[in-house]
């Protein structure tokens, strides 16, 4: 069976055409949408704030298509626009709880995924995702792309402008954390 | 067709199992869902974010703002003619030319009306600096000249009486900006520098007598 789904390169060519741009914006959101979502949603834990943020993405694409040229693939250029606006909005969360203490924030990602309708994980899938939420901004995005996403290294390099050694040194550092995060408590629990 | 980014689940998993052996069996879990329809309704929810954002201004706004604001107006005298202008003429007028003149006129009061502004906003210690500095002036000019005028006087040993009498003798011979720099009133005093009896009330009334002892 055909692929019917255009390249990036007939994408930004049709965007670039007066009459074509926004049915070719259109096709490029349909295209990326849900890669993009999960990336981001693996991120930021719930549906809604994946939803600002990816929201927010397509907008910031909008604005800034006429001014790619096309020195990175395309994807990649989507991947690093929402990987940023992922962690900018993880700050912003983080800012908001800034007045909270450690505890009351891991209970508040508990809590919010034990109420939420889009999460059925279990307790070590929660564990998971508290554990994800404390690491370091840099050390979550590597972490996600590659535990959950098996992304290569060479890819993750291209959408983090960073050397694929310092990824692998971070992801490293993030899995023994998040090891050790859910061994603690799965021990505590016992 | 290639999906990018590329995974490569085998090597994380080997990779996964070396580092962090009990990790390995939920990296490929998925306990994530989506609202029903969501996909398909997200590219239109970012075409209204792109078109619809209601904090833009549109691109013409003020241009046309004038003419609205006018329309309004006139179907507001349409709907209740009492509100017309036109028909009610503004009762109150002024002389010719008195807008045109009126900087002018104002220019010239001010410059007949100038008054000096003495603030006595002063902290105590820049009180303390001042008598000092009059104070060795003072000490200074007597010391100068012992031989010509017999005026040395033996400030030690004036009573605060004495003190007082003389200041309330002399004051008239000091200016008052010296004077009002001794005081941390919170006031300002909108004063003529010839209101000397004014200021020798206000000194005789309002300076205790370690002030005038440490002015002298």
């Known amino acids: 069976m055909q692929d019917l789904t255009p390249s990036d390169e007939q994408l930004l060519e049709r965007f670039r055409q007066p009459d074509t741009r926004e049915s070719a914006f259109t096709q490029l959101m349909r295209k990326y949408q849900e890669r993009l979502y999960w990336h981001v949603r693996k991120m930021v834990t719930f549906h809604e704030d994946a939803d600002d943020v990816l929201q927010n993405t397509f907008v910031k694409v909008w604005k800034a298509l006429d001014n790619f040229r096309g020195e990175a693939q395309l994807y990649t250029w989507l991947y690093r626009i929402a990987t940023n606006e992922a962690l900018a909005h993880i700050k912003q969360r983080q800012r908001k709880g800034a007045d909270q203490s450690l505890d009351e924030e891991e209970s508040t990602v508990s809590e919010r995924l034990k109420a939420d309708d889009y999460f059925n994980g279990d307790e070590v899938d929660r564990l998971l995702q508290e554990a994800i939420d404390a690491l370091p901004d840099k050390q979550r995005a590597v972490f996600t792309m590659r535990y959950y996403d098996a992304m290569k290294y060479e890819d993750m390099a291209a959408i983090l402008e960073t050397s694929v050694g310092g990824l692998k040194a971070n992801y490293h550092h993030a899995v023994k954390k998040v090891e050790s995060y859910v061994k603690d408590r799965l021990n505590q629990a016992l | ?216």
């Not at chain 2, 879990?29 to 904090?55: D, M």
């Open chain 2, 1 to 216: 067709m290639t999906r990018y980014p590329t995974s490569d689940p085998q090597e994380r998993q080997a990779e996964l199992a070396a580092l962090a052996p009990d990790l390995v069996r939920y990296a490929a879990r998925h306990p994530w869902h989506v609202p029903s329809g969501y996909f398909a309704a997200l590219p239109e929810a970012v075409w209204q974010q792109i078109n619809g954002n209601p904090t833009d201004i549109p691109a013409d706004y003020f241009a046309q703002l004038p003419d609205q604001v006018m329309a309004r107006i006139r179907a507001a005298e349409e709907a209740e003619p009492t509100l017309s202008f036109a028909t009610h003429p503004q009762p109150f007028q002024v002389p010719d030319n008195y807008f045109a003149t009126l900087p002018e006129q104002v220019t010239r009061q001010v410059a007949t009306q100038k008054s000096r502004v003495i603030k006595l906003q002063r902290r105590w210690y820049t009180a303390v600096t001042a008598a000092a500095v009059l104070a060795a002036i003072v000490i200074g000019y007597f010391s100068w000249q012992p031989d010509t005028q017999n005026t040395t006087l033996a400030w030690e040993s004036l009573s605060s009486t004495e003190l007082t009498a003389y200041l309330s003798d002399h004051v008239e011979e000091w200016e008052a900006e010296e004077l009002m720099e001794l005081t941390d009133q919170e006031t300002t005093l909108l004063m003529d520098s010839t209101q000397t009896d004014q200021l020798e009330d206000w000194v005789l009334e309002e300076m205790d007598v370690q002030e005038l002892e440490d002015l002298l």
